[in-house]
C-alpha cells in the first residue's frame, strides 16, 4: 500500500481545509487509516482515525467536534476536514494504514504542511 496525502496550505485561523489521502493497493480498502501530525520541534502526534467499513471513528481530544476523518472506498481515499482551525493545528499532517487497530501502523504516506496564521 502506498499513500499519498494532499490538500494542505496556509489558511487563517478559523478556517477550513480537507486533506486527502490516496491509496494505491486493492487491499487499502480493509485498512484502518488514520492521520497523524507534527509540528515543528514536536513529535508525531494522533489525530484520529477510520476503521475499513467506516463504522467507527477515533479522534484526539485536541481535534474532537472540529476535525471529521470520512472514506470513499471505491476512490481508495480518506479524507480529513478541518474546521475552526487555530494556529496550533499548525503541522505537517500524515496518513498511515494499519491492518486494525490490533496492529502497529504499517504504511506512511508523505505529508502535506497545513499552516494556519493567527
Known sequence: VQ???SGGGLVQAGGSLRLSCVASGRAFSTYTVGWFRQAPGKGRDFVCDITWSG???VYADSVKGRFTIS???AKNTVYLQMNSLTPEDTAVYYCAARL???TSWEYVGQGTQ???SS
Open 100 to 102: 486494525s487497530r490490533l
Open 3 to 5: 499513500l499519498q496525502a
Open 71 to 73: 472514506r470513499d472506498t
Open 114 to 116: 497545513v499552516t494556519v
Open 55 to 57: 463504522s467507527s471513528t
